[in-house]
């Protein structure tokens, strides 16, 4: 049975930070990427960022370029979004899913999700 299951979403200050964390069970990481998906009340799911831990390869969508690191640890078969310089708009609900075997942009195929850590920044 695949789970993945995400930790470490809550409320911060803007400008503050969070570490999120994926925790996979059932697949590898050699073979599966992660994406983080996030969702903001009211608008529909977006592609944040994915890793393929097999060869490091990782992919950021523009507004969190350079304010969010993805990384991986093979030993304990999680994926980390360490997300810097919170903004108000980076408040949603934050999954990650699993998909086979490239990083994609598009929602739809990812195969396996979590069930999702809210992250709320406040002013």
């Known amino acids: 049975e695949v789970q993945l299951v995400e930790s470490g979403g809550g409320l911060v200050q803007a400008g503050g930070s969070l570490r999120l964390s994926c925790a996979a069970s059932?697949?590898?990481?050699?073979?599966?990427?992660i994406g983080w998906i996030r969702q903001v009340p009211g608008k529909e799911r977006e592609v944040i960022s994915c890793?393929?831990?097999?060869?490091?390869?990782?992919t950021y969508e523009d507004s969190v370029k350079s304010r969010f690191t993805i990384s991986s640890d093979y030993a304990k078969n999680t994926v980390y979004l360490q997300m810097n310089q919170l903004k108000l708009e980076d408040t949603a609900v934050y999954y990650c899913?699993?998909?086979?075997?490239?990083?994609?942009?598009?929602?739809?195929?990812?195969?396996?999700w979590g069930q999702g850590t809210p992250v709320t920044v406040s002013s």
């Open positions: 899913a699993a998909d086979y075997p490239f990083c994609s942009t598009r929602v739809a195929n990812y195969r396996y």
């Open positions: 059932g697949i590898s990481l050699d073979e599966y990427v």
């Open positions: 890793i393929s831990s097999s060869d490091g390869f990782t």
